[in-house]
Antibody
């Protein structure tokens, strides 16, 4: 069974940092693009970042470029998102998801339950 | 960036009746080289993550009941629930994956009348 499980969300002050993790199982992690999507409380969905199966290509939404870094460790079947210079509008549930095709342009076929990041003083 | 506009924002439908959700993109999401529409639909039930329903505009994901159907091309897309069940209460989102922005629509909340 395909599973992705996020962790690392927390309450952090504006300007602070956080590292989110996503543990994947049930599929050959090293052959899939992966993605992070976020959802502010009571709001819609926003794509955040994508990473190629070998980590050689990374893409970000403009609002997080230079502040967030997506990475992966295929030996550990894990995906990460480093969040720096956090702002109040970064507060959201962050979902890890698998990209359902071998491309940076893909739909998201398996999602985790998410991890909550709250940025507040 | 592409803007994805869903309508209506919400709808209330009686059990067993049809529910129709529209999604309009500000530019075509049809890739001419493969004749595929880069459009997906998701269902999000309260307190749960989104679940993929359709991709390529009309390809049903495995396990999705056949009372759900999706259609459309280029800029206009539709998700239809032919006979609404209590289990279908959720917010439904369309999403383009034609651009790196992977823009989602604002969502349509489906409730029981």
């Amino acid at each position: 069974e395909v599973q992705v499980v996020e962790s690392g969300g927390d309450l952090v002050q504006p300007g602070g940092s956080l590292r989110l993790s996503c543990a994947a199982s049930g599929f050959t992690f090293s052959t899939y693009w992966m993605t992070w999507v976020r959802q502010a409380p009571g709001k819609g969905l926003e794509w955040v970042a994508n990473i190629k199966h070998d980590g050689s290509e990374k893409y970000y939404v403009d609002s997080v470029k230079g502040r967030f870094t997506i990475s992966r460790d295929n030996a550990r079947n894990s995906l990460y998102l480093e969040l720096n210079s956090l702002r109040a509008d970064d507060s959201a549930i962050y979902y890890c998801a698998r990209v359902g095709r071998d491309s940076q342009y893909g739909y998201f076929d398996y999602w985790g339950r998410g991890t909550l990041v709250t940025v507040s003083s | 960036d592409i803007v994805m506009t869903q309508s209506p924002d919400s709808l209330a439908v009686s059990l067993g009746e049809r529910a129709t959700i529209n999604c309009k993109s500000s530019q075509s999401v049809l890739w001419s080289s493969n004749n595929k529409n880069y459009l997906a639909w998701y269902q999000q039930k309260p307190g749960q993550p989104p679940k993929l329903l359709f991709y390529w505009a009309s390809t049903r994901e495995s396990g999705v009941p056949d009372r759900f159907s999706a259609s459309g091309s280029e800029t206009d897309f539709t998700l239809t629930i032919s006979s609404l069940q209590a289990a279908d209460v959720a917010i439904y989102y369309c999403q383009e994956y034609y651009t790196m922005a992977h823009t989602f629509g604002g969502g349509t909340k489906v409730e029981i009348k």
